[in-house]
């Protein structure tokens, strides 16, 4: 006999009335296998391994609200309203809802340079990952290679780990998984030898309490300094990979990525000028504490004219 899966009461989560839906879907459909995410034109569906059993996240948008409902085996009312409890915040992290993109808009609203793409951008969030491990892991997965790699290294992670759901979307693994495939079994999935000695660092400081992602994510205030000393004090992990982390991972605004390829193409169009990394993390440093949302408006403007 076939289980299936039991499905959450409806949460309507409310959206702000300039929210772009397509920024969040964008993000979650650079897997074309659509292994671990499948997107439609209103709708994102997910796959996650929350406490020790896979769920199927589902968000439809709908203009001035998002539906959020999950399937999961355990149908116990007191783990459903766990799950609630745990899967909503999360949800809300994941669309950028606590992101003060008026405020930013508002205050460089007449930049010479960037006002005119705000203008045009407006309302755009940056869009976060499930979790902040995947967020970590796909930023070291990341480094120094184009997206389309990225993308094809984690769906090898995510195959070799084989978390599913019922209705057959994979989940990313956590950081107890990532450590039981080992170094060979990351070498196979074609990670190179630092990439899978440093997820596989990263991964043993979760396990160990060292790196405690969901803690930090929880907590209060960001404590985004004693998150990135952590993360660089890991061999193969660099300024941008923690930028990266904290940007996607945790929603912090305010990372600098100078080093990023992408960030330094979009001031160079605006500047019409040749930009190298001192030059773009100078040109930035103004925009604190949000350089890294003035990051994400770059990138969305590289893929506008690109």
Request: with cysteine.
């Amino acid at each position: 006999m076939v289980h299936v899966p039991e499905t959450s009461a409806p949460w309507h989560v409310p959206l702000p009335l300039n929210f772009r839906a397509s920024d969040i879907l964008a993000f979650h459909a650079r897997d074309r296998e659509a292994l671990a995410e499948q997107v439609g034109p209103d709708t994102l569906r997910k796959g996650f391994w929350w406490r020790g059993e896979p769920v199927c996240l589902q968000i439809d948008f709908a203009p001035g609200q998002a539906k959020v409902l999950w399937q999961m085996a355990d149908s116990d009312p007191q783990r459903m309203a766990q799950a609630a409890a745990e899967i909503l915040p999360l949800v809300q992290r994941m669309l950028g809802l606590a992101q003060d993109v008026t405020a930013f808009e508002a205050q460089f609203a007449d930049h010479a340079l960037l006002g005119p793409v705000l203008q045009k951008q407006s309302g755009l969030r940056v869009p976060i990952a499930g979790t902040p491990f995947e967020a970590l892991a796909w930023a070291i997965m990341g480094q120094q290679i184009s997206v389309a790699a990225a993308v094809s290294l984690r769906r090898r992670l995510i195959l070799a780990t084989d978390l599913r759901h019922a209705s057959g979307l994979y989940c990313h693994p956590h950081a107890d998984q990532v450590l039981a495939l080992g170094l060979e079994r990351l070498r196979a999935a074609g990670l190179s030898q630092s990439k899978a000695q440093s997820l596989l660092a990263v991964s043993e400081g979760v396990q160990s309490g060292a790196l405690p992602l969901d803690a930090w994510a929880a907590a209060p205030q960001l404590p985004a300094e004693q998150i990135t000393q952590a993360l660089l004090a890991i061999k193969g992990i660099g300024p941008w990979t923690v930028s990266y982390t904290l940007l996607r991972g945790f929603g912090w605004l305010d990372g600098s990525l100078h080093g990023d390829v992408v960030v330094r193409h979009g001031i160079a169009r605006l500047l019409q000028a040749d930009v190298d990394q001192p030059r773009a993390q100078a040109w930035l440093a103004p925009f604190a504490p949000w350089r890294a949302l003035v990051g994400a408006h770059l990138w969305a403007m590289q893929a506008v004219n690109a």
